[in-house]
């Protein structure tokens, strides 16, 4: 069986959510048993609730005995210092075991423009802090602008949309350091396959935005896609394994 | 030494092929369309991953079509896919109702051809029980033909009246349950004849429990929207659903066999 590392866990009770939905380290850890994933990085929903500073402190709090939970934090750029010096906090999160970063310039309310995010950004890009944004937060020109800036900074898109090949095959051929997890609501025939090929099989992560969105449908995603096992392993884990290996 | 059957979510969690499963997708498309970019969209490409999937069949719509202005050319592609791929690929005729005089023979063409169900989509500007539609309803009703409806909910209250005025007609409402659910959970309870599509881009947490809970597992049919989605995305919505696993053998393939009367 192929071994599952979600990129893109969800902890929290957002303000809106589906009945039911598991919004608990308990409940998330339940669905992960039955589908056999054996690891899972975590965002926290205070962060688009109350902001950064409550989620980071509550992350950590909720997940300090969970092997199997990683957690992340989430920032702000530099103008307010509401999650303090970039470089100082960056440095102490790497120390505390947090080893990525989940940033929401739209909700947040900021841009990703160096003379706005500039110092965060560098810092992240200096520590090979790998940088999640979920695709409604960021457009693609601004996108496209942050890494032409930051060369060296690895971005992952979140449950991104599935019509959107047209201007992001483009990002993908200029910037070796965009990759993209495969959650809900993408979903497009021979998408995988033609990444995988086109751009190899680094570009892609294995992340599906749960609770707000299912885990399997991310799961057959990938392994009913017609790639190798190899590269189905490396999607799966290995690049995210990785990407959290090159935080320095 | 006693052995025990894996579950579909084993054989599925190992990326298996589900031999011994009757599996059919009722809602598919061929062709491309202008609005992105769609990589695999002939017929030879979704009948490989049907094989490798394990979906036995399909009913399928051409996209220029479906959702565009082609029409001819589009229910073309259906039956040219239908001839290449006899017993595996099941078309339905998309009418345009902006060409009143003309839907009633080019059902009448395509059903020479071996087609029998038809689709219908509200890209084409029409409401469903317009007048421009009825002559398409009145073959289906006589020949006791399946409908699909492109819906999200605004339809429903239409399709509540057609469903009242033909009654041999059975509806699949495609996209059931991606809005305002409850309306799609009360109409299907309420008419014998309508039926629900998983299909739906977004997977929202347990959208599927709540269809088998709120209108019971036979009412529901796997569709993947193929093209436009990915069949090996959509069908985990089902495979991975928290339901047992004969209602999930009820959603991939044995309601289908009922609704479009394959036996």
Known sequence: ?248 | MTTTKATILERARLGQRLDGLFLFDAHQHLGEWHQFHMPKCEAADVIAVMDRIGIAQAATSGVPAAVGSDFRAGNDLVIAATRAYPGRLHGYIVVNPNDPAGVAPEIERCAAEGLAAVKIHSYHGKPYDCAEYRPAYEIANSRSWPVLAHTWAEELPAIDRLAAEYPNIRWLLAHAAAAEPQKYYDLARRRDSIFLDTCNSACTWNAVESLVKETGPEKILFGSDVSFLAATQQIGRVLFARISDRDKELILGLNARRFFRLD
């Open chain 1, 1 to 248: 069986m192929i071994e599952l590392f979600d990129s893109n866990v969800r902890l929290g009770v957002p303000n809106k959510c589906v009945p039911g939905e598991p919004t608990s380290v308990e409940g998330l850890l339940a669905e992960l048993r039955r589908l056999s994933i054996a690891q899972a990085l975590v965002r926290h929903r205070l962060a688009l609730e109350t902001g950064p500073v409550a989620a980071n402190h509550r992350i950590l709090e909720e997940l300090h005995s969970t092997q199997a939970l990683l957690a992340t934090w989430s920032l702000l750029p530099e103008s307010t210092r509401e999650t303090g010096d970039p470089a100082e906090t960056v440095d102490r999160m790497i120390r505390l075991g947090v080893r990525a970063v989940w940033l929401y310039p739209k909700t947040h309310s900021y841009t990703l423009r160096d003379w706005c995010a500039g110092s965060l950004l560098t810092a992240l890009e200096d520590r090979r802090v790998p940088v999640f944004l979920l695709f409604d937060e960021v457009v693609p020109d601004e996108l496209a602008e942050l890494l032409d800036r930051h060369r060296r900074l690895n971005v992952v898109l979140s449950n991104v949309n599935y019509r959107t090949n047209r201007w992001l095959y483009g990002l993908f051929a200029r910037y070796p350091s965009l990759r993209m997890d495969l959650g809900a609501p993408h979903s497009l025939s021979g998408f995988v396959e033609q990444v995988v090929k086109r751009f190899g099989p680094e570009r892609l992560l294995f992340g599906s935005g749960f609770p707000e969105h299912e885990i399997g449908p991310a799961v057959s995603y990938l392994l009913y896609a017609e790639i190798s096992d190899d590269d189905k392993q490396l999607i799966a884990r290995v690049n995210l394994h990785n990407l959290l290996g090159a935080v320095r």
